[in-house]
């Protein structure tokens, strides 16, 4: 069902240390299976949001009529709305992963000490009760990527404030080769590798923390 560039091995090593211990942890347990279940989730989501994008500005190109216009812009707003959502829901789970190793210093004590739980909030978190080594390094690491700041900001600008526009080339003369469209204010090319170079940047991101998060779930759990 996943596809290829999922980290799937990993993800399902965390799964086989944390799942024995559901029945007596049934609280923590939850916290981190709805997160766990919601990155390969909103993953997927991501995945078929930008085909669903290749496909329509392959047949329909970048100043296609008001119907497709609409169709694109809600596939890019899903794309990038699901594949955020991945990373923090991944982050999430690795705050309740360290809370059914140490509850104390990982609190999930009401949905106040829940709402607290952000991506910044987990590498601290990591930091002061498993301050060397992994997977401290693979969480600060893809928290202070530059490719975690551009899935931010791209996420932040659609939910908060604008459906941006775009800026179109023409070439007057057959000779003239025409500057690709680029999808503003991101200064985006706007063609049909968009969702697929964003896809890739998405899979690098989560690959190396979560394959640090199953290491250090087969050596506390």
């Known amino acids: 069902m996943m596809p290829d560039d999922f980290p799937a091995i990993a993800c399902n090593r965390v ?3 944390v799942v024995p211990i559901a029945a007596s942890r049934n ?24 085909d669903a994008f290749t496909k329509s500005i392959i047949a329909d190109g ?23 959502s991945a990373i923090d829901s991944f982050f999430y789970a690795a705050f309740a992963l360290g809370a059914l ?13 829940r709402r607290k739980v952000k991506v910044s909030a987990t590498v601290e978190s990591f930091g002061r009760r498993f301050p060397t080594g992994q997977p401290l390094a693979a969480l600060q690491a893809a928290a202070s990527s530059p490719e975690y ?10 939910t908060h404030r604008a459906a941006p526009g775009r ?5 007057f003369d057959k000779h003239d080769e025409t500057p690709v469209d680029r999808w503003q204010p991101f200064d ?11 896809r890739a940047q998405l899979s690098i991101l989560l690959s190396a923390p979560m394959t640090a998060l199953a290491d250090f779930a087969e050596a506390h759990l």
């Open 15 to 17: 799964w086989a240390k």
């Open 27 to 50: 609280d923590l347990y939850a916290e981190f299976a709805s997160a766990w279940n919601a990155v390969s989730f909103r993953y997927l989501g991501m995945v078929q949001d930008g």
């Open 62 to 84: 970048t100043s296609p009529p008001a119907e497709r216009r609409f169709h694109q812009e809600k596939c890019l707003f899903d794309f990038f709305s699901s594949g955020f």
């Open 101 to 113: 190793v140490d509850p104390a210093a990982f609190p999930f004590a009401n949905d106040a000490a």
């Open 149 to 158: 700041t551009q899935w931010r900001n791209v996420r932040n600008i659609l």
């Open 167 to 171: 800026k179109l080339y023409v070439s």
């Open 188 to 198: 985006i090319p706007l063609d049909r590798d968009l969702t697929t170079r964003r």
